[in-house]
């Protein structure tokens, strides 16, 4: 054995694969999307009789002592017709779910750090806190030449949901995004 600063093993072998993706109760192609591979790759791992090594050896570690993390990445059933994905570059931070006519909305977030989340410390967000929320994602209505800026993006007038349609949501100052879901 090789002279180590950590205690993650040279490699699984085909049975701890199973082992772990069977107690996070995924299907092979579940567990595929679970750990970004594909599910040959998975099925390959499950079946060979040679040692596995790689990133997957201290994945393997990581799920087993966390066997809810499976649980916390999922996406949730959309509750409410409208969905906004809150993005930091590929990175899902908040998925927001709306439901405009009842004003009602429901969040998930995937960060513990409030500066990543939609909504910041808020867990429990009300329309009016969501309608800042897509104001904060747009340019302001106080903005000089507003008038050009709205037909520049094909808009009639002022709405802040309509113009991060347009926009995504993206702003000089930072990396997030929204992604519109219906």
């Not at 082992?19 to 567990?31: N, S």
């Not at 040679?50 to 799920?63: A, T």
Request: aromatic content about 10%; charged content about 30%; hydrophobic content about 40%.
């Amino acid at each position: 054995m090789k002279n180590n600063m950590f205690v993650t093993p040279e490699y699984v072998t085909a049975q701890e694969v199973k082992r772990i993706r069977m107690q996070l109760g995924l299907t092979q192609k579940e567990f595929a999307m679970l750990i970004n591979c594909s599910k040959a790759t998975v099925e390959r791992w499950e079946t060979t009789e040679e040692p596995i090594q790689g990133n997957i050896v201290l994945l393997l570690i990581l799920l087993e002592n966390n066997l809810s993390i499976a649980e916390e990445l999922k996406v949730p059933p959309k509750v409410y017709p409208l969905r906004l994905w809150y993005m930091h570059e590929q990175t899902v931070c908040t998925i927001i779910d709306v439901n405009e006519i009842e004003k009602k909305v429901n969040i998930k977030n995937y960060t513990k750090n409030p500066f990543f989340c939609a909504f910041g410390n808020e867990k429990e967000p009300d329309y009016d806190s969501y309608l800042e929320f897509l104001k904060s994602r747009c340019f302001p209505e106080s903005r000089d030449k507003l008038k050009l800026v709205l037909k520049d993006l094909g808009l009639p007038f002022y709405d802040p949901f309509l113009i991060i349609e347009k926009t995504e949501g993206r702003m000089a100052e930072d990396k997030f995004w929204l992604r519109i879901e219906r």
